[in-house]
């Protein structure tokens, strides 16, 4: 008899955004708990399913009983278990007792050492779990676990009792081979039957052989694709033929694609389409309302434009599918020419005459109106564009900027919050007004998620810069800042897409001005400042380490805090390309040596020396090797070659090393001393121009 097990829940249509967690979460935890209870092996696989009415799970080698196993169960300290003549206490009497040990049991204890007394254990033999008693736990655990979105309580048969699910609860099976395992959740008990297709189902009731033949009977008596990354494959492969046969390629969404896949049960994809008039309407929002509201997949040409054709994908195959593809392009019309309404209607105002509305448009209610905020966004905006361009970018981010947020208040907004910007974009170009202003408007918003793309032009920087300063900095400055894992304004977003920005642009733009430039909207002070500069520079430093940099060249980098984050990168290279040198580790914890020397003077050191007060030939070598070094790494460092200013430092190595071998800095002539000290503060300023070494050391 096969030793695999198989798992159903059969249950009235459940959430389909959340389907493909909810199949992965249920078997997943089902063989976790199976697992630590000894029943499965290391050869064991599990294999999910979910469908619209099921989630499954399978499991191969199964025990039907776990091994039993030796345990040594630590009992009490032997003080308290055992009297003065090494015999057994009532305590410990008591304690055998509960264990199911008999006196004689006393006699066998170990006894052993934890470092501050003796313990004692008992070796005993723990019963493997049987699969009845497991799976029960198994079965019970992966339904708490389940990341249910919302919970529905509903009656049992009896009338009396209730249960808390996801969805009601029709049907459970649970196969080990081919025999039932006695079991019940949610008021209901093991069986071997399911249910197949709701409408197609060849046999309505489907009698499982045993637990392998689940997927293969579901498929070919009860018309029913149990795998939910096969009904994913079947839906991509049928899209992909249906849409060549017209030249044509389906739109891409895996999220949309998902959601279909956990609507049907056996995909029938079949070709709809509607009048070429409401093409007219801009794309993103025939798209978008074919996706949201109908699920269906928009065909596009090669060019990438929409066409007036789309995928339907049915949960049925009748022989004759036109009543379905009728009914869906009836269902379509009504949404396509709400959408064509809307546009239409919305041109006939212009952005300009909008923005009134924007101040009955609560932003945050002590941050005030949309209106206010815009214009906190026009001012900052503009201030930006006058420390990168001239005055007619100026004036053109200024127009950007004020009608950035106008579309808010249009229909077509009012309907699909997810097309604000893009509508700005398009009513923008319908007044005339150039791609620059039109294109700003749309990419304010980026890069809205990570991996997104930034904005087309310097005027769209502009406005998004200013845009997410605005947020960021109007929020800290009333403390509504992240903590933990909740970030309910997407603060570490906006900071990340402020860094990519300043970073991926090149811009001559310092960060702490930047941010004082906003602050001044908000009449903000110096710990605020501070506050947004280490979230930032705290983000920007989590953002190079998942691009794989290491930690010590980040730190070393970023504990100097450079304004211009521009610079970052080629610092970072600099940085790499240093310590790969082999004077790098010496040179560091000299560095670093240096640094805590410096930390320990009162009162700060000037990076001066007197020539005239060298005495050892060590701190004269010093002097001259830093004379001949620091320009050339100074100028190197001016003109933006970081390299090239790190590299140089290699020649410090070797009179640096007989520095410390031989000379004694804390002398006890105080000029001495003190000139000493002002060579060192001049190594430490030549050293850590371009990044903090010391980071680098052991």
């Excluded at 199949?23 to 063989?31: D, K, P, V």
């Excluded at 264990?99 to 005993?124: P, V, Y």
């Excluded at 689940?214 to 029913?224: C, M, P, R």
Aim: overall charge negative; aromatic content about 6%.
């Amino acid at each position: 008899m096969s030793n695999n097990l198989l798992v159903e829940l059969f249950v009235e249509e459940l959430p389909p955004k959340a389907l493909k967690k909810l199949g992965e979460s249920f078997a997943s935890n089902l063989f976790e708990s199976l697992k630590l209870q000894g029943l499965t092996t290391a050869e064991s696989q599990i294999t999910p399913f979910a469908s619209p009415r099921r989630l499954a799970a399978h499991v191969t080698d199964v025990a039907a009983k776990g091994a039993d196993k030796q345990i040594s169960q630590k009992l009490m300290p032997a003080s308290v278990g055992l009297d003065a003549n090494g015999n057994a206490t009532p305590a410990l009497l008591k304690k055998l007792q509960a264990l199911g040990a008999d006196e004689s049991a006393a006699s066998k204890l170990k006894k052993e050492n934890d470092g501050k007394t003796d313990i004692l254990f008992l070796d005993a033999v723990q019963t493997g779990a049987n699969l009845q008693e497991a799976l029960q736990k198994a079965v019970e655990e992966a339904i708490q676990k389940l990341p249910i979105p919302k919970v529905m309580t509903y009656q049992l048969a009896d009338g009396w009792s209730s249960v808390n699910f996801v969805r009601p609860a029709h049907g459970l099976v649970a196969l080990h081979g081919s025999e039932v395992i006695n079991i019940s959740v949610l008021g209901l008990k093991a069986g071997k039957q399911t249910q197949g297709h709701r409408f197609e189902a060849k046999n309505p009731i489907v009698t499982l052989k045993d637990a392998d033949s689940y997927a293969e009977q579901l498929k070919a008596e009860g018309t029913v694709i149990a795998s939910f990354s096969e009904r994913r494959d079947e839906i991509v492969r049928q899209l992909t033929v249906a849409a060549a046969k017209e030249n044509l390629k389906p739109i891409e969404d895996d999220a949309l694609l998902d959601e279909v896949t956990a609507l049907v049960e056996r995909p029938n994809v079949l070709l709809g389409q509607f009048e070429e008039v409401y093409l007219e309407v801009p794309q993103e929002c025939l798209i978008l309302t074919m996706k949201a509201n109908q699920k269906y997949f928009p065909l596009l040409d090669a060019n990438g434009k929409l066409t007036n054709k789309f995928l339907i994908v049915s949960n049925i195959s009748p022989a004759d599918p036109s009543a379905v593809i009728g009914g869906n392009e009836r269902v379509v019309r009504p949404r396509l020419a709400d959408a064509k309404f809307f546009f239409d209607q919305d041109r006939k105002k212009t952005l300009e005459s909008r923005l009134d509305g924007l101040s009955k448009v609560v932003y945050h209610n002590k941050l005030g109106s949309q209106a206010e905020r815009n214009g906190r966004v026009v001012s900052i905006a503009k201030t930006i564009a006058a420390q990168i361009g001239d005055a007619n970018l100026v004036k053109q981010v200024e127009t950007a900027a004020k009608l950035s947020k106008a579309d808010l208040i249009t229909d077509m907004v009012g309907e699909f919050p997810e097309l604000q910007g893009i509508m700005g974009r398009y009513y923008a170009q319908h007044e005339g007004l150039n791609d620059d202003i039109a294109f700003a408007i749309e990419d304010h918003y980026k890069p809205r998620f990570a991996g997104d793309s930034l904005p087309r032009n310097q005027v769209g920087i502009c406005v998004a810069l200013a845009d997410k300063l605005e947020t960021l900095v109007g929020l800290f400055s009333i403390g509504e800042k992240p903590t933990g894992d909740k970030d309910p304004f997407a603060l570490r977003r906006q900071a990340l897409g402020i860094i990519r920005m300043l970073v991926e642009r090149k811009l001559p733009v310092g960060f702490s001005q930047l941010v004082q430039d906003a602050l001044k909207e908000f009449n903000g002070n110096a710990a605020a400042a501070l506050a947004i500069k280490e979230f930032c520079y705290d983000r920007l430093s989590v953002n190079l380490r998942e691009q794989s940099a290491s930690p010590q060249e980040v730190d070393a980098v970023l504990s100097l805090t450079p304004e211009l984050l521009s610079e970052v990168p080629q610092r970072l290279s600099a940085v790499r390309t240093f310590a790969g040198l082999e004077e790098a580790p010496a040179l560091a914890a000299a560095n670093k040596r240096v640094g805590n020397i410096l930390k320990k003077v009162e009162g700060t050191v000037e990076a001066k020396v007197n020539a005239n007060l060298l005495q050892e030939p060590a701190e004269i070598a010093l002097n001259e090797a830093l004379n001949k070094v620091k320009p050339v790494a100074d100028g190197a460092f001016e003109n933006g070659d970081y390299t090239a200013s790190l590299q140089s430092l290699a020649a410090l190595k070797a009179p640096v090393d007989a520095f410390f071998d031989n000379v004694m800095v804390n002398a006890d002539d105080p000029a001495l001393k003190a000139n000493r000290l002002g060579l060192l503060a001049t190594l430490h300023q030549a050293m850590n121009r371009v990044a903090d070494l010391s980071k680098l050391a052991n």
